[in-house]
């Protein structure tokens, strides 16, 4: 199992004290499988991918990514699988302003001493970012913003990728590009896939799909 999430609880604290959010979520992700989680706004989607990514610790329950506990890992370990097996792609893109669309994709992939030329200049190809490399984030469209950050979670050939509504702020037609692009270009590498999406039609394209309500999986 590339992720495992066994009975996952989470709360969070708010004005009216602690809010329970998950609530006994257990679920497996295989090598190269892909998997959709859909949900209400609020319901926690989000929640699931910052625990699987490290970024947040559940209250109880175990989580494994390519069978080691991030509960046993201390912050380096943690950090450094984050580097090596894991990708994440928000809707917001979250690239650095700074850095060229070049040194965008390579940054990460960088950190972890794992930039493969032949592998990025194929990912780079196949989302058709060649001419875009010398330039700055905010010269390119929001599709085009997107393809950058899809080439940079798959740079380091990651085992795990996450995604929170990758297409959520793109216009219909670029989305569906965009996804279908995303979703070859995950097939090639091996990646496993988990990707929350509020669209069922974008969740019929996975190979499976878990439903978050009331803090549990349905
Ligand atoms: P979704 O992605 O399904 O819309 P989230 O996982 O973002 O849902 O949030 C689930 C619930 O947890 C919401 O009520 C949200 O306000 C709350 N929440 C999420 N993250 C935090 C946080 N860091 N601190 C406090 N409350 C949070
Ligand atoms: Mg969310």
Not at 74 to 96: E, K, P
Not at 128 to 150: D, F, H, N, T
């Amino acid at each position: 199992m590339v992720l495992e999430f066994e009975g996952v609880e989470k709360s969070f604290r708010d004005s009216e004290g602690l809010v329970p959010v998950l609530r006994g979520v257990s679920f497996g992700l295989k090598a190269g499988e892909t998997l959709a989680l859909t949900g209400e706004s609020g319901s926690g989607k989000s929640t699931v991918l910052h625990i699987a990514a490290g970024l947040e610790a559940a209250d109880a329950g175990a989580v494994r990514v390519s069978g080691q506990d991030m509960a046993q890992m201390d912050d380096a370990a943690r950090a450094g699988l984050r580097r090596t097996d894991i990708a994440l792609v928000f809707q917001q893109f979250n690239l650095i302003p700074s850095l060229t669309v070049a040194d965008n994709i390579t940054f990460q992939a960088a950190l972890s001493g794992r930039v493969d030329k032949t592998h990025v200049d194929g990912l780079v190809e196949a989302l058709g970012l060649g001419p875009q490399m010398r330039k700055y984030p905010e010269a390119l469209s929001g599709g085009q913003q997107q393809r950058v950050a899809i080439a940079r979670a798959l740079a380091a050939r990651p085992r795990l990728m996450l995604a929170d509504e990758p297409t959520g702020n793109l216009d219909e037609a670029t989305a569906e590009d965009v996804l279908a692009q995303m979703l070859k270009l995950v097939a090639q590498t091996g990646a496993a896939l988990l990707m929350v999406t509020h669209s069922p039609a974008i969740a019929a394209r996975m190979d499976r799909e878990i439903h978050l309500s009331g803090g549990q999986l349905t």
